[in-house]
């Protein structure tokens, strides 16, 4: 029996499962905390809930990780030298396109190419030489980019060449990652995948290692953010294709496990929430690539929208004295409770305490998130609340008290949870589900009080407050899936419903509670005519009711709670790249120039051209295929031409350039088949 290892590592929880090769049987899943300090460390725990005998079956290993996309956000990795060649600085710094590049060690040299990919000016390799010995003890990872490197990628070959001649630095060109012509993108790509290449690299060697102690010698491939599969060793020099690898594997998941072709797929998790589009058996991607922050990134991608709402999202009295829910992730209380019973009476203390400001968020507690350095606390005040917490957690009240501080806002414990020092513990939509008796994940008793102590600040009963908490997280998720559900429609320009008075007003209207005497003009029902497929732990609690709203049905399929997992094991190959064919002069009378990946060629006759384009690219693909871990791979060769109009008298029509598509598909190699 040949078994795929299917793991993806979420914000909150890192989920496993082993699928049969063949059959695509689910045999076991397991389930354990995210270890964001160390991704292996729940990777191995996970392992170590998997039945052992099974694991001496596994071929195959596949990964889905958040690593990349969150590394980008919190800004995270290794030093960069980041070369551009022919760029115009003054340019740049007139359009605003320098922030982009922020970050990295930026340097400018001199060289070009034009369009056609001929060369105009020569690159500066002497100064170039200077830059990378200057740098090279003081960086972890070389990026270069040609302005016009697609076009011909003479100059990045160049400089990569010399990198590795002067050091053991890894180095990527742009021109390697993607052939899209937009400069300042393939620059901003290029450089954000060589800063991440030490965590990647530090990930595979940790994972391969807990593989090794375990003796699983099976291929370790990644999920990429397109929901194929690429080699664990192809994904450390393009750790940039891994941004939306998990989302990328839930909607593969949700494919696997629903069998539909065309769906909304909403995946729930304790963090957030993800919201995608499956459309033709395959999830739709973003057109104009992912965005990290505001830095947009010329790789593909799911078109996946999230919010920060899920089954640990904080439930607090807002400002204006109206429920909040999200999108802060805390510890529900539930779970602390568990772990530190002193918890439990702590929270009936509080809720005897008469309620003097409501807008205290009496039932939250702290945590020390370990030992943070001296550098890292500005003040006293703040070493004292650490010096406290490392005895277990405490409740706001606790701390204030301790400090003997008349107010408990004047702790600041907003900035010391930013800066990653503390971790906020409160009610949340998982204790809310707790409370009444739908799941069991910790210590129930803890769960109502806070649902109580919360209620009492809002002044509605806990029956009242669990009812507001569900249509607010349907009504949440309502907006973005509806968002989503419109570009099946191709409706033109940015859709923000959130942002339309009279879509907020409608919505008001669709969720108006059942019996509500009020008479409204108009009344609003709603046919989403796409089913939802939901994966995730929670979702069975607010699902069903968010597709009676929309007039659809909702799947929640067996394993739903691993689905990302799921969809990792069951992921495939899959890779296209176009080749373009161009006349040197109009009509082609001064020959075709052909533009293919890290190539240019030039040729007298079309013909000619195409020929080689279509045999140059095969050999590609599937060199880039075996290289990516792929077994037997299926080669589709599709080809375009442009003609132009002229005017009447002159030939009616002119060539204007060819497109030759290639695309491989294919399963990975199992580990027999990869040795």
Known sequence: MALVLGIDTGGTFTDGVLIDYESREIRATAKVPTTPEDLSLGIAACLDKLPGSYLEEVKLMALSTTLATNALVEEKGGRVCLLLVGYDRRLLERYGFLEGLSGFDLFFLKGRHDLQGEEVEPLDLEEGERIVRKMRDKVEAFAVSSYLGVRNPQHELQLQSLIRRLTTRPVVCAHQLTGELDSVRRAITAGLNARLIPLLGSLVRSVSAVLRQRGISAPLLMVRGDGSLVSASLAEERPVETILSGPAASVAGARHLSALEEAVVVDMGGTTTDVALLVGGRPVLNSSGPRVGSRPLCVRGIDITTIGLGGDSRIFRGKDGQLKVGPRRVIPLGQLALAHPEVLPELRRIASLPAVDPSLPRAEFFLARGASPRSALEGGKERDILRLLQGGPLSLLQLSSALGLPYPSLLRLGELEDRGIVQRCGLTPTDVLQAQGEVEIGEPEASRWGLRIVAASLRVSDRELACLVRDQITRSLAFQVLEKAMTFDRVPGPISLPGCRACSHLLDL?????????????????????????????????????????????????????????????????????????????????????????????????????????????????????RAGAGKVEIRVEERDRFGTVAEGMGGRIYLDSVITISAFGGPALGQEGD
């Not at 992921?571 to 064919?581: G, L, V």
């Not at 040197?584 to 001064?590: C, I, K, R, S, V």
């Open 510 to 626: 669709l969720f108006r509670p059942p019996g509500d005497g009020s008479a409204s003009f108009p009344s609003l029902e709603l046919k989403l005519g796409r089913k939802i497929v939901a994966l995730g732990a929670p979702v069975s609690s607010f699902l069903p009711a968010l597709a009676r709203r929309l007039g659809t049905e909702v799947m929640i399929p067996p394993y739903a709670e691993v689905g990302s997992a799921v969809g990792a094991a069951i992921a495939s190959y899959w890779q296209s790249f176009e080749i373009w064919i161009e006349p040197l002069e109009a009509g082609g009378a001064g020959g075709y120039s052909v533009h293919l990946p890290g190539q240019k060629a030039s040729f007298r006759r079309l013909e000619e051209a195409k020929a080689f384009a279509r045999r140059q690219g095969v050999e590609l693909a599937r060199r880039e295929a075996k």
